[in-house]
């Protein structure tokens, strides 16, 4: 479950307010699910009883339009997102069949 965090890196406020972010609406059901275990097992380690949770789902940026499928969709969109991929391919000669 705790992969949902490496998308968005929970930020803690001076309040003792924990602003967490999410990738999608599934996520916070869980987050919501196993709300009260997640406060219990954050208020001991932590050792601090005014913490509290904000759960936030992330707007997304890509509209349905631009959602991409194929590999090489996938593959044009990292390649903007992380320009030394682009090279990597240009230098090995890659290809998608």
Do not use: C, G, W, Y
Request: glycine share 0%; net charge negative.
């Amino acid at each position: 479950m705790f992969t949902i965090l490496n998308n968005h890196l929970p930020q803690i406020e001076k309040d003792h307010t924990i602003h967490l972010e999410l990738s999608s609406p599934v996520q916070e059901v869980e987050i919501e699910k196993n709300r009260d275990s997640i406060m219990l097992f954050l208020k001991k380690e932590l050792h601090n009883s005014l913490l509290s949770l904000k759960v936030k789902v992330a707007e997304d940026q890509a509209s349905p339009q631009e959602k991409v499928f194929t590999a090489a969709d996938k593959l044009k969109v990292m390649m903007e997102k992380n320009p030394a991929l682009a090279m990597l391919k240009q230098q090995f000669n890659l290809d998608l069949d």
